[in-house]
């Protein structure tokens, strides 16, 4: 049976609701395994990398499913709004960069158990850190669930806070370990999770990026002077 555009809507939201559950199991385990990080419970951490699996599976099934959804498109000559298209593309960059956040906090989870009996407390701002990360997360999985440019932008306007954090805490460590408050393995492991934290805003900006090209038409570039969204270049047309 030739695929229909109504049958292409249906499977594409099927999709995106495949993928924003996929976006609260990684900000799950994400907010569990920082949770390890203060308990120095090398266990659960041990239990939660386990779990990167679900993740894993998941990312590849929606993968599937995205380019089985094109193929049968192209095939049955289906037509299709743009802002499908876009839908789409979209919703395969944010499957990957979902699954490298995953990624992300795995490699948290194996710092911590790393980390072993060793108990010299953190930075505090280590855990407004990653408490921040979290909800950071949590606002970019809800902009991608309800395509909202203005909810995206609030999760770029993010990352200057994510890297103030990195440079506080890496000044903090600096000082504790000057002073024999903190050993230089256990700053290594820190320096090495705050890495890890910084590196999963990155993602969620890039997630932010993608929906307010959904949502707008417009991609969204870094510059000096800040976000910048521009216009889509027009393709010259053949003669």
């Excluded at 089985?68 to 395969?92: G, N, W």
């Excluded at 395509?147 to 609030?154: E, G, M, Q, R």
């Excluded at 440079?167 to 230089?184: K, N, P, Q, Y």
Aim: glycine fraction near 4%; charge should be negative; aromatic fraction near 4%.
């Amino acid at each position: 049976m030739a695929i229909t555009p109504e049958h292409f809507t249906e499977r594409l939201n099927h999709i995106r609701d495949r993928l924003v559950d996929q976006g609260k199991l990684v900000v799950e385990l994400t907010e569990l395994t920082f949770n390890t990080i203060y308990d120095r419970d090398a266990q659960a951490a041990t239990v939660l990398m386990a779990r990167d699996d679900e993740v894993d599976q998941a990312d590849i099934e929606i993968e599937r499913d995205a380019v089985d959804l094109l193929t049968l498109a192209i095939r049955d000559s289906c037509p299709i709004d743009p802002s499908q298209i876009r839908s789409l593309l979209t919703a395969v960059k944010v499957n990957n960069e979902l699954e490298r956040i995953a990624d992300a906090t795995t490699a948290v989870a194996q710092l911590v158990i790393s980390l072993g009996d060793r108990t010299s407390p953190f930075p505090k701002t280590t855990r407004v850190m990653t408490n921040s990360i979290v909800g950071v997360l949590r606002d970019t999985v809800r902009a991608f669930r309800d395509t909202n440019a203005d909810k995206a932008k609030k999760v770029l306007a993010c990352e200057g806070n994510t890297l103030a954090f990195h440079e506080l805490i890496t000044r903090d460590a600096e000082v504790r370990v000057a002073d024999g408050r903190m050993g230089v393995d256990t700053a290594f492991e820190l320096h090495a999770i705050i890495n890890q934290t910084v590196l999963m805003g990155d993602h969620c900006t890039n997630i932010a990026e993608q929906v307010i090209y959904e949502a707008t038409g417009t991609i969204v570039r870094h510059t000096m002077a800040g976000w910048v969204e521009q216009d889509l270049p027009k393709l010259n047309k053949p003669e």
